[in-house]
């Protein structure tokens, strides 16, 4: 059987694995070459195609939620994203979608029954901080109604003093604005920085994407339908994580109703196992199959691609896990290190930290993962050299540490060469077992 062919074995699709990963690929957008130009047609049809944008506060490099689009369509202007995301009636809002994410504003109602379980998770209960707090809860309310979207430092009250609680170290209002957030009763209104205006959501949403009532099973059902749109290929388990949908039963059944429907089918792929057995996976419908994916790309550790680690694992044989709450001394690739793609494949993974007082690009680590192609120095050199390029960096510089970064500052010939601070201990190298 050639390359990039299936097979039927019985009523179920076969997949090879190297088939199943392209497909996967294509799904986000990396088997067609970027755009020549990247403005607001790109941007709009790269988060459609992921559906939703994973936020991180980490800022070492850049802000996860602007990688997505860069690793997909390239150097484009952040100020283009900033205005669809943060604008005072914007196309995009946050939610509690794939944790805290970007989605299409016109969607806001596909998460009512999450808003409803937090408010009974963290409001019903007579003894919750929110129901004895309500005096504080009303007042924020009032606040918001009568002044518009709020930053919590722009909200005064008498209590905002008082002493913190153990919630993320939060004051009294930030705390209430959250959980009013949690249950849809509050939006983001755009960020000044990285700090959140809240605003009360019909201050914020679209009137005719307020006060629908999605039925629960048709919005776990359409969730996965698109999580399956964005996989091309995949698990019960990846089109649940996709929205972190804890319910197995509800997924299953929205995937059999899909099947039914025609938009899934059941395939098995190579090498993909659950409990020593084939694991069952599903195709969407409109998954293109390409014979050949060659994309290079720099990914965020929240990129759809990677930010589920058991797939990460399945699709490239990739173990991945960020390292910014690992000890340093315990560290085997980095602080914040970033995947390398390079064909259809995850090939390598640098640590980058952008120093703006020096201009510079800092490479802080650089390593090879197994089956790198031998053009895969010069394809990373490019990258990161894009990548300087769009965060408006003049130089680059690789330090000493990993089995990559020779190979690296080789192929980008003018990069200068650093070594780690002396104020930081070396981590572990990365075939050394954790202390």
């Not at 996860?64 to 604008?87: E, N, Q, V």
């Not at 003894?127 to 606040?143: K, L, P």
């Not at 209002?173 to 849809?184: C, D, P, Q, S």
């Not at 996709?242 to 039914?260: C, E, F, K, N, S």
């Amino acid at each position: 059987m050639s390359e990039g062919t299936a097979t039927l074995t019985g009523v179920t699709m076969t997949l090879r694995a190297a088939e199943a990963r392209r497909i996967a690929l294509a799904a986000q957008g990396f088997a067609k070459p970027r755009p020549a130009s990247a403005g607001t047609r790109q941007l709009n049809l790269a988060l459609a195609r992921m559906s939703t944008l994973q936020i991180d506060s980490v800022n070492v490099f850049a802000r996860s939620h602007y990688m997505p689009p860069f690793s997909r369509i390239g150097a484009y202007d952040p100020a283009a994203l900033d205005r669809l995301l943060f604008a005072r009636r914007p196309r995009y809002v946050e939610y509690w979608a794939h944790v805290a994410a970007f989605i299409p504003a016109e969607d806001w109602s596909l998460f009512g029954f999450r808003m409803h379980a937090m408010r009974a998770k963290y409001g019903s209960d007579p003894d919750s901080w929110f129901r004895t707090h309500s005096d504080i809860v009303d007042w924020v309310r009032a606040e918001l109604s009568d002044r518009g979207p709020l930053r919590p430092a722009q909200i005064e009250h008498d209590a905002k003093r008082a002493a913190r609680g153990p919630w993320w170290d939060w004051d009294v209002v930030k705390r209430a604005l959250e959980l009013l957030w949690l249950f849809g009763e509050v939006a983001i209104a755009g960020r000044r920085g990285f700090e959140r205006r809240y605003g009360l959501a019909q201050q914020v949403i679209p009137v005719d994407a307020l006060g629908i009532d999605v039925p629960r099973a048709d919005a776990i059902r359409e969730l996965v339908r698109r999580a399956a749109g964005a996989y091309g290929v995949a698990t019960a388990s990846d089109l649940a994580d996709y929205w972190r949908i804890t319910d197995r039963p509800a997924v299953m059944a929205a995937i059999g109703d899909l099947v039914d429907a025609g938009d899934l089918s059941p395939v098995t792929v190579d090498g993909w196992t659950s409990a020593g057995r084939p694991a069952k996976a599903w195709l969407h419908r409109d998954a293109a199959r390409p014979r050949r994916v060659d994309a290079s790309a720099l990914l965020t550790p929240f990129d759809p691609v990677v930010w589920f680690r058991d797939r990460a694992q399945r699709l490239f044989d990739f173990e991945y896990r960020i390292e910014i709450y690992t000890p340093a001394a315990q560290r085997r690739f980095g602080y914040y290190s970033l995947p390398v793609l390079v064909g259809d494949d995850i090939v390598g993974r640098v640590d980058l930290k952008a120093d703006r007082a020096a201009s510079t690009l800092l490479v802080q680590s650089a390593w090879w993962e197994h089956g790198r192609p031998a053009e895969a120095a010069e394809r990373l050199a490019n990258e990161v050299r894009l990548a300087a390029r769009w965060q408006g960096l003049e130089r680059v510089s690789v330090s000493h540490w990993g089995d990559a970064t020779d190979d690296l500052a080789g192929a980008l010939g003018d990069a200068s060469r650093h070594e780690r601070s002396a104020a930081e201990p070396v981590p572990l190298a990365p075939d050394e077992p954790a202390r």
